[in-house]
């Protein structure tokens, strides 16, 4: 079985550069969600997508984010000129149409992110 | 809104001693309810999920949660803790369909021999 996986696992950059972190999601889930966690808290969403489609995108999900699911499949988290405050874990999780019911949400280990 | 509260930042216990991790929540409609566990450097894993079947759900590894309208609480247990439970635990509520998850602040399940 075949999880999801997030690439790269850690990344460390420069403030202002931009950098750019791949989820691959179980094969089968159609929906695909981005988190961002910061030391000590719960995980936060940040947007969520149905095949290809970006449904919803939190208030965190500032101009200087976006995020790619191009035909439905991997999804791309793209931060432009990173923050200090942009330092975190960033984890991709998958899900498949569950009919009515709260889909369960397959986490992948995550990136995570420092900026110097 | 939806909303958790997790009780206890920390809890500690012995090994072979029982454990509780408290929950409430706070929903405008009936919620699915979830608890996952991270261990250092890994993933978020679910342990048991509420979805308005049987008020008392059981999970993974020995663990179980009784969802309680009344006081609008969904507590984890388990019986007999192992070393191997030393993890972050995280309360979770969603709703139907397509929900965002949230989160709450998590609680560090500590176990000492």
């Known amino acids: 079985d075949t999880g999801v996986s997030q690439d790269p696992r850690h990344k460390i950059t420069k403030r202002g550069q931009n950098v750019t972190f791949r989820c691959d999601p179980i094969s089968e889930h159609n929906r695909l969600y981005w988190y961002r966690q910061t030391l000590g808290q719960g995980p936060e969403f940040l947007t969520y997508f149905q095949n290809e489609a970006q449904l919803e995108k939190s208030r965190l999900l500032s101009d200087r984010f976006s995020a790619e699911r191009p035909k439905g499949s991997f999804s791309t988290l793209e931060i432009q000129r990173t923050e200090q405050g942009d330092s975190a874990m960033y984890l991709c999780?998958?899900?498949?149409?569950?009919?009515?019911?709260?889909?369960?949400?397959?986490f992948g280990p995550g990136t995570r992110l420092t900026v110097l | 809104a939806q909303s958790v509260t997790q009780l206890d930042s920390h809890v500690s216990v012995s090994e072979g001693t029982p454990v509780l991790l408290r929950c409430n929540y706070s929903?405008?409609?009936?919620?699915?309810l979830f608890w996952y566990v991270q261990h250092p450097n890994k993933g978020l894993q679910l342990l048991l999920k509420y979805t308005s079947a049987a008020t008392l759900v059981k999970g993974i590894n020995g663990f179980e949660a009784e969802f309680k309208k009344s006081e609008t609480s969904f507590h984890l247990t388990k019986p007999s803790a192992h070393m191997s439970d030393a993890a972050e635990y995280f309360c979770v509520v969603g709703g139907t369909g397509f929900q965002k998850l949230v989160f709450g602040t998590g609680t560090r399940l500590l176990v000492s021999p």
């Open positions: 929903s405008s409609y009936s919620p699915s």
């Open positions: 999780a998958s899900s498949s149409v569950a009919g009515g019911l709260t889909d369960t949400q397959y």
